[in-house]
């Protein structure tokens, strides 16, 4: 039981990184029906930028828990977010922007020519910058005293202070989307704009700005996301959002993609199947991602509209 | 084309200075080649000596005599040169040489600042040369734009044609026999960018009109000599494998990408995990290959393992189809990626311990022995018209005859009811469906079809490279394939297979920007989906999809499939 327990938690935690970054595959498919392939490199980009704020403030080690918790976790926050949102952003503008009328085929194969640019760029050039180590291999993410490296046993079973991080962020960043979603102007825009573009442009909105606050969204998640990821892995590595990135889509797709809870229940699905699966299936951890993947197809065969149910299926 | 803001009365008083200036700059073009453009010899192909030019600088001088007489013909005047000054765009040819030279000097003055260590080790020589370029090009922007070339309504005596196709064809198997040949990349750089300049001031002249009408005229002499040059390409390497190995591996990796671009090309499904196909074949021939390594201990004749390979790779088209081809296009790409990585996956894990022992996990399976097809031992050279080929060259003919049974599938089936079912859906599946085109049906052909031919290729593959290694198969070659068919042209033959070859060749010859790669290529991707959708070689129904609101293209295009019509149709005369 207690083994099961602690499968269930991990699978808990690694769910809750899928779904932040799934919600930003998610609300761009909803509103322009684009699959964002780049958005795992958004991710990525997240946790190297949250790193390259730990490097400007001069590297802190030996913090104690208030700062360090009060100060420094939320300015490598901020900082991911800042370098997520500004890339995602110009991607939007100069990559897919130009695309919007174009055959579907345009904007994807765009995408996932961003994709291998981002992930280059950052490979090549991230350890040009003085200070800042070569990203061609993974390094060790900054220790954030207060999270890394503790834990607590309830019950037989261990919790990882950084599983409870990325659990808690799951549900404060969950909390801030349905207010974002329901209370705010820009928000409900969103909605109306996934619901009918054209009637939204007449009733006043701005499309343009609509699909920058989707992008902008979905990256901030993502850069969240980022530096759960380099607190519960302790390294980064630069090509960490190629996975992390399909991953997140198969969630979103699991959970119906134009559906922002969707996105969320799926990437909590998706982690535990695959925690589940690696400790009880047949093979082992070996196998996690072809049953992950298997997942996906069989959603696509059985329930195409996802568990919650998506907004848009059948757009050829 | 630039415009300049300079009304057409002034062009036409400008008219004699500018032509002047431009055969003043062509001339100083040719003349540079006498005087040496480096100091170092080492740099480029040694251009350091006076009055002896390198091979490159020869080739330097036909762009800049081609600019020359592009400039200098018109001016013998309107009624002495009667039907030549319609037949080609002498204005726009001129302007193109004179662009194009001054880019090649540009590229040769930075290969030689590179290599030798700096601007110091120019000469005069290549400077002279940009600036016969830069003043040719500003003659040839103040000229009159051209009219229309008329050389696409002519229609020359039948020999004359076949001779035009077999002598470009033998031009192009020694451009590029030449290419190859050029070990260092400034040189093969500096050569493709005169092939490039040299192509398009043809293009611009109006010779590809003529072309294209000779081409259709003579389709079966054009398929026939083209197959022959290619068949002959490895006659020009002198028994050298190095380059061998390259061009099969070229064949290997268009044959794949034109599988692909039936179902990118045609029926428009975005396939992200076609590699895993082209993996599937290689590991089938690979286990029933009697390799000391191979896991099957069954080694049938290769004909029958190719056609094994191929039938596996196609039912897994058929089990990751089936599902998919149901919904939506983005959900496809995204299943098929996701397929790409569990096959890979698999590969990975059926090594004994996480599974049957089949692959050998990461180590993959080496040690592939030569295809021997019906007594013909592809490790042996051979010895043809005296001269001595290498072992690829028999991978080579062989992936040749493989890539003609794959153009032959996809011209026939883009001509026939299938095919245009296909595009139909590729247009507007709704509508389609709608006409009664059985969708599903079709799409799963199209997807299964191309998982046969990539296994098909994949087999051959898996003998040429000796080992398969689920590493071989990883998403970025997918990424590379589907970047092949949409440089080159969506649905097009010729198109696929230059996109091919540029994607291969180029890394091959480029080694000093290998880090590089890849960044360029996602910059490539982007560029192209932005300001070229349709490709190097455009399919033209394609490209009026990709430019739906540009009136003046379906002009272009209605009126070229009218002129079309009216030449296999002549109106009789008489009447």
């Known amino acids: ?316 | 084309m630039i415009k300049l803001p300079i009304s057409d009365e002034q062009l036409q008083r400008l008219q004699l200075p500018a032509r002047i200036a431009g055969i003043v700059g062509s001339a100083l073009m040719a003349g540079s080649i006498a005087v040496p453009w480096s100091y170092d010899p080492d740099a480029l192909d040694d251009m350091s000596f006076a009055m002896a030019p390198s091979p490159l600088q020869l080739h330097f001088l036909v762009l800049a005599l081609l600019g020359l007489l592009a400039f200098a013909v018109p001016l013998l005047g309107r009624k002495r040169l009667g039907k030549l000054a319609r037949l080609a765009a002498w204005n726009a040819a001129a302007r193109t040489a004179a662009g194009g030279g001054a880019v090649v000097a540009l590229v040769a003055i930075a290969a030689i600042g590179i290599e030798a260590g700096g601007l110091v080790n120019t000469e005069p020589g290549v400077w002279v040369a940009l600036a016969g370029g830069i003043l040719a090009l500003a003659g040839g922007l103040l000229l009159p734009p051209s009219p229309e070339p008329g050389l696409g309504r002519m229609k020359p005596p039948r020999w004359v044609q076949i001779v035009v196709i077999v002598v470009g064809l033998a031009a192009v198997v020694f451009a590029a026999a030449y290419a190859l040949s050029l070990s260092e990349g400034g040189e093969f750089f500096l050569f493709a960018a005169l092939a490039v300049a040299l192509v398009l001031v043809l293009k611009e002249w109006g010779a590809f009109g003529w072309l294209s009408i000779a081409a259709a005229d003579n389709k079966r002499v054009l398929v026939a000599a083209a197959f022959v040059a290619a068949f002959s390409f490895p006659f020009t390497q002198g028994g050298s494998d190095a380059n061998m190995s390259i061009a099969a591996q070229v064949l290997v990796f268009a044959a794949t990408a034109m599988g692909l671009n039936i179902v990118i090309g045609l029926v428009g499904l975005l396939d992200l995990g076609y590699i895993a196909f082209l993996g599937a074949g290689a590991f089938t021939a690979a286990m029933l290959s009697g390799s000391a390594f191979a896991t099957i201990n069954w080694e049938p004749p290769f004909w029958l393992t190719a056609l094994i390979a191929a039938v596996v790779a196609a039912i897994l088209g058929l089990l990751i189809g089936t599902p998919t081809l149901r919904v939506s296009g983005d959900y496809l790409a995204i299943v098929t990626l996701a397929f790409g990585e569990i096959f890979r996956l698999t590969m990975i894990n059926l090594d004994g311990t996480d599974g049957p022992n089949l692959t050998h996990g990461p180590n993959g399976i080496p040690g592939i022995p030569n295809l021997n097809f019906f007594g013909f031992y592809f490790g042996d050279p051979q010895h043809l018209f005296g001269i001595e080929t290498g072992r690829f060259a028999n991978y080579f003919w062989l992936m040749l005859l493989v890539m003609a049974f794959i153009i032959l599938v996809f011209t026939n089936l883009n001509r026939s009811r299938i095919g245009r079912g296909w595009v139909a859906i590729r247009e507007d599946e709704l509508a389609a469906e709608a006409m009664g085109v059985n969708t599903f049906a079709l799409k799963l052909l199209a997807f299964a079809g191309g998982a046969f031919l990539a296994g098909l290729a994949g087999a051959v593959r898996a003998h040429q490279y000796t080992s398969v290694v689920p590493e071989q198969f990883v998403f970025l070659e997918s990424a590379f394939l589907v970047a092949a068919v949409v440089l080159g042209g969506m649905g097009t033959v010729m198109g696929v297979i230059i996109g091919a070859t540029i994607l291969k060749v180029l890394p091959e010859k480029l080694r000093f920007f290998e880090d590089y790669r890849l960044l360029l290529f996602g910059l490539l991707m982007v560029f192209m989906m932005r300001f070229r959708p349709e490709g190097i070689i455009a399919d033209e129904r394609r490209q009026l999809e990709f430019h739906a609101d540009d009136e003046e293209l379906a002009e272009e295009v209605e009126l070229e499939l009218i002129a079309w019509h009216d030449h296999y149709n002549p109106e009789p005369k008489g009447h």
């Open chain 1, 1 to 316: 039981m207690d083994f099961f327990l602690q499968q269930l938690i991990n699978g808990l935690s690694l769910g809750a990184l899928y779904a932040l970054i799934a919600v930003g595959y998610t609300v761009v498919y909803g509103i322009v029906q684009l699959i964002n392939f780049a958005h795992g490199e958004i991710f990525m980009i997240g946790a190297f930028g949250a790193y390259a704020v730990w490097i400007v403030i001069g590297k802190p080690t030996g913090w104690d828990v208030g700062p360090s918790l009060l100060v420094l976790l939320p300015l490598m926050i901020i900082g991911g977010i800042a370098a997520s949102v500004t890339v995602a952003l110009l991607t939007e503008r100069l990559a897919y922007r130009p695309l919007r009328n174009a055959p579907r085929l345009a904007p994807l194969i765009s995408a996932i020519g961003v994709s291998v640019f981002l992930q280059e760029a950052v490979r090549l050039f991230y350890g040009t910058i003085p200070g800042f180590p070569d990203a061609k291999a993974g390094f060790p993410f900054p220790t954030v005293t207060g999270i890394s490296g503790r834990m607590v046993e309830v019950g037989g079973v261990i919790l990882q202070f950084s599983t409870l991080f990325t659990i808690g962020a799951l549900i404060v960043c969950t909390v801030g989307l349905w207010y974002f979603v329901n209370r705010t102007k820009v928000g409900r825009a969103m909605i109306a704009t996934s619901q009918d573009p054209d009637t939204a442009r007449l009733m006043g909105i701005n499309v343009d700005r609509v699909i920058m606050a989707a992008f902008a969204v979905g990256a901030a998640l993502a850069a969240i996301a980022g530096v759960a990821h380099g607190l519960r892995y302790q390294t980064i590595i630069g090509d960490m959002g190629f996975m992390a990135g399909l991953k997140a889509f198969t969630a979103a797709v699991l959970g119906g993609i134009g559906n922002i809870y969707g996105a969320l229940v799926g990437g909590v699905v998706l982690g535990v199947v695959e925690s589940l699966s690696a400790a009880y299936l047949g093979g082992g951890s070996a196998w996690k991602d072809v049953w992950a993947f298997g997942l996906l197809i069989l959603v696509l065969v059985f329930r195409p509209q996802g568990l919650l149910g998506a907004k848009v299926v059948d757009r050829a």
